[in-house]
């Protein structure tokens, strides 16, 4: 079974987006900002990252690029999901994200990718 970590600051997103992947066989987390998420993972090691990218108090490029430092999340699968395609390039090359879906997502965008990985073993 997959730990998977959602970090949105926005609730109804976060529930929303827990609402589509409770339909796999995987324990879902949640955090609201940064420092709640980097609580998380140093208590559950977490197999797939679902990131905002703007987040209130701190950036999702930013949690990202400080848990890559991390042994265990180096290579970690991490999905930016956002409005701001402008941090696309970013994503790519600094965090070296598996992912970036741009919102409104859909559901079967989201369910396939996760399905996708969590397939990998």
């Given at each position: 079974?997959?730990?998977?970590?959602?970090?949105?600051?926005?609730?109804?997103?976060?529930?929303?987006?827990?609402?589509?992947?409770?339909?796999?066989?995987?324990?879902i987390?949640?955090?609201?900002?940064?420092?709640?998420?980097?609580?998380?993972?140093?208590?559950?090691?977490?197999?797939?990252?679902?990131?905002?990218?703007?987040?209130?108090s701190?950036?999702?490029?930013?949690?990202?690029?400080?848990?890559?430092?991390?042994?265990?999340?180096?290579?970690?699968?991490?999905?930016?999901?956002?409005?701001?395609?402008?941090?696309?390039?970013?994503?790519?090359?600094?965090?070296?994200?598996?992912?970036?879906?741009?919102?409104?997502?859909?559901?079967?965008?989201?369910?396939?990718?996760?399905?996708?990985l969590?397939?990998?073993?």
């Amino acid at each position: 079974m997959k730990n998977i970590l959602i970090i949105e600051d926005d609730e109804r997103q976060r529930i929303n987006l827990k609402k589509i992947i409770s339909e796999n066989d995987v324990v879902i987390y949640e955090a609201q900002d940064k420092d709640e998420a980097l609580d998380i993972c140093n208590k559950v090691c977490i197999d797939i990252f679902l990131v905002d990218i703007v987040l209130k108090s701190s950036s999702g490029l930013d949690f990202a690029l400080e848990i890559r430092k991390i042994n265990k999340y180096e290579l970690s699968w991490i999905i930016f999901i956002t409005t701001h395609r402008e941090y696309l390039t970013e994503a790519f090359k600094q965090v070296h994200c598996y992912d970036y879906i741009i919102k409104p997502y859909d559901k079967e965008e989201i369910l396939s990718t996760i399905r996708k990985l969590i397939s990998h073993g």
